[in-house]
């Protein structure tokens, strides 16, 4: 392994994605979607603690009250830790189940959903409110990331392989005016999970390449990291300054040759990217 990365759980995750860094609490929650586990990793112990859900668990966000709501199933939902339960809270309609979602700047979960074909723009994303669904965004065909600029007037969406770029209206939580903003090439890999540092750059975990791009806001590439397994899914900012970088990955679709010439295929991973994150408001729902 690159003497830049490290190894934190070791887990051969089927498909891991949904990392939220919690400060209050020192540890990153993060989910195996296929095996719908809910893992919460430890950073002063080491230790990573599993629960196993009722459902399919795609995104969190943390609640005011160091709670987790999350975009699971074919809806929102509150999830319970003690019990290791969900409530649903809505449900969409436009895709067969969730996918990635994250809290925007004034504190809104945003999700988005897809369909198992992944069918030309026959997928949404939404804004929780409260108890209702409300579409943002329509005509995608497969959210695989989003995030937002450091201050909250740009909303990054990953779908398929582009990166779209929306002006954004924090206040009222409305997105216009999506352009593209990077078309991926097939040879660099499939984006996937983004994050946004405080410079304003982009970082995007290239699914079935291991590369992990960073954007200047601009839309040039400014730099190419190298994960030690090809199969990284997402990635988020934590640590007590935001200075380190947690990336989930995945084993789906591996026989044991695979793992054998992947071996890190579906483990958690650290390392330091040299710029801090932004620190992500919590829910603002009831």
Known sequence: MSEDFELLVDRQALCGTGLLWMSALNCVHWVDLLRRELHTYHRDSGVDEVRVLPGAVTALGATRHGQLIAA???????VYLGRAALEPVVQVRNGD????????????????????????RASALYVLDGD???????????????????????????DTRTIWVYDYDVDGARAVSGRQWVVCAESEGSPEGIAVDAEGC????????????????????????????????????????????YV??????????????????????RFKPGTAGVQLPPWQGI
Do not use: K, Q
Not at 98 to 110: E, I, K, L, N, Q
Not at 146 to 156: E, K, Q
């Open 72 to 78: 699971a199933g074919n809806g929102f939902a509150r």
């Open 97 to 120: 189940r969730m996918s990635v979602g994250a809290c925007d700047p004034a504190g809104r979960f945003v999700a988005g959903t897809l369909t198992h074909a992944r069918d030309l």
């Open 132 to 158: 209702r669904a409300r579409l943002l965004v329509e005509g995608v065909t497969g959210v695989g990331g989003l995030a937002w600029s450091p201050d909250g007037t740009r909303m990054y969406l990953v």
């Open 202 to 245: 982009v970082w995007v975990a290239m699914h079935w390449t291991g590369r992990i791009h960073r954007y200047a806001p601009s839309g040039d590439l400014e730099t190419v990291l190298w994960a030690p397994t090809r199969r990284i899914t997402s990635l988020a900012f934590g640590g007590s300054r935001l200075e380190e970088m």
């Open 248 to 269: 989930t990955s995945a084993c789906f679709g591996y026989d044991e040759l695979g793992l054998r010439d992947d071996p890190y295929a579906g483990a958690l991973l």
